[in-house]
């Protein structure tokens, strides 16, 4: 997962959107969101290698989403999988500090990394980088590959557009697609510096990355209304062709949670 946009508590009607583009290597064997068979209240996409996820949901309002920390020099080689951290808070029952403080003992040979758990009333973003945990404040967030609402290019256009589409009061569902779907790539003087080189920053720029071997393979739109009703609606693509998957579930439950 590289690109994370969150509007929290900042509609009247929605609490909670989440706007979510997972890029990876394209001959990486994966699944599209679906119930898991071994966690039947899991709902989200599976990493077929290792068996872990980059975003999912559970009935009982669960949220968990990953993104990698950019940086050669913390790369860490025949590591654990990263995606067994979100698939680990969305199979517990364990509150967030609960499950971040577990991390944080056992911690194995992850490489950088930002974990975003929580429910819709309460989302916490950990850093692996920083070894900090920060509780999602009211308003509009964005995290890549760094630390959450670095100002890169990409966070900054996803944010201002994310507040934009939010002016509607029932915001469009191919506007916020369109959002992840934003190939645009900014100047070489406003890229950040991560240590890859200059041409792997531009081809990493854009919120919808494309290339030979690797880019975009979802993207996700999580919409939370007030009622309590949950609405999760993924577009992946492979080999040429856009499949689409969606699911309502029903948080009152965790909406009513103090």
Not at 36 to 49: H, S
Not at 191 to 197: A, C, E, I, M, N
Not at 206 to 232: H, K, M, N, Q
Request: charged share 25%; hydrophobic share 35%; net charge negative.
């Amino acid at each position: 997962m590289c690109t994370l946009l969150l509007a929290c508590r900042a509609h009247p009607r929605y609490p909670l959107v989440l706007l979510a583009n997972r890029d990876e290597y394209y001959e990486r064997p994966t699944a599209q969101a679906s119930f898991w068979e071994d966690a039947p209240q899991v709902f989200g996409g599976r990493d077929l290698l290792h068996g872990g996820t980059w975003l999912g949901i559970t009935t009982s309002g669960r949220i968990a989403a990953l993104t990698n920390y950019r940086d050669p020099a913390d790369l860490v080689r025949h590591g654990l999988s990263r995606g067994r951290l979100v698939s680990g808070f969305l199979k517990g029952a364990g509150d967030i500090e609960e499950y971040l403080e577990c991390l944080r003992e056992a911690a194995g040979p992850f490489g950088g990394y930002n974990l975003l758990v929580g429910t819709p009333k309460r989302l916490s973003c950990y850093s692996s980088k920083t070894d900090r945990t920060v509780i999602l404040e009211p308003g509009i967030h964005g995290l890549s590959n760094r630390l959450l609402d670095t100002p890169w290019p990409k966070v900054l256009r996803g944010k201002k557009a994310l507040e934009q589409a939010l002016f509607a009061a029932d915001p469009d569902l191919e506007e916020l697609f369109a959002i992840l779907s934003d190939r645009s790539c900014p100047p070489d003087d406003q890229l950040p510096d991560t240590g890859v080189g200059l041409e792997l920053e531009r081809l990493l720029s854009p919120i919808f990355i494309e290339s030979e071997r690797y880019g975009t393979r979802s993207c996700t739109v999580l919409l939370v209304d007030r009622d309590g009703e949950a609405r999760f609606v993924e577009r992946s693509f492979e080999s040429g062709e856009v499949r689409e998957v969606a699911v309502t579930m029903d948080w009152s439950g965790a909406l009513a949670v103090e």
